[in-house]
């Protein structure tokens, strides 16, 4: 299935820079840049069904590259049970995307980073490693076929007891990455043109791997208590305008 957009020369500018600060502010968070990024692609007006494959592919690379400097941190049997779980939910979900409503999936998307929002107790704790990564590739693959991102959810079934925090930042990375390529093939197959825009691609491949970077060096100049609320509320402000564009699309209509 084609899906042409009109990609302007400022408008890819803009989404590249977009890619490196959310990878910059992933970098100091730890997570949360995915989820910022698929929000600023469909507050940009990219149609989910070319938003939610870029985004695999972009944050694909991203987390390949957070393996590799944790590599040696890397359950690998936890990681096989998460690509089961992951791998055939986005080969039924994909083909459904194109003929979604796409002000319906800006609704569910403004919900799910509302629900990240909000204070919960973590869940999966007391759960095998087998069990938690079974459910993380669920949900990894059902709902990240929807809205793209999907790491403030399944964050927390990373946090296992005898886990290091590099072991966690490890295999959370290669678990998304898996669950992004899973995305990535099944886009693939269900013919949309994911490789449709090589320069926006590989531009902003390469700004989330050099935001990586930098969030990485910058993480102890910024203390977590102020990082939080510009976090939040730049969360909070994609759901406003993710709402302002459903809306203004139905007063249209």
Known sequence: MDVPVELTTDLTLWLIAAAFATAALSGLAGAGGGTILVGVLF???????????????????????????????????????????????????????????????????????????????????GWSDRTAMGAAGVLSGGVGAVVGATGLLIAPLFLRPDWSPKATIGNLAVCQALGHLAKVFAFIAAGVAVYAYPLLLAGMVTGVIAGTALGRWAHGFLPEARFKPLFRGILLALVMKLLWDVGRNMLAA
């Open 43 to 125: 507050a940009a007006g990219i149609p989910p069904v070319l938003a939610v494959p870029l985004h695999a592919v972009v944050q694909f690379a991203s987390n390949a590259s957070r393996t590799v400097a944790y590599l040696r941190d890397v359950r690998w049997r936890g990681a096989l049970v998460f690509c089961v779980a992951a791998v055939p939910a986005p080969f039924l979900v994909a083909p459904l995307l194109a003929r979604a409503d796409p002000d319906l999936i800006r609704l569910i998307m403004a919900a799910f980073i509302l629900w990240a929002l909000l204070p919960r107790v973590a869940f999966g704790q």
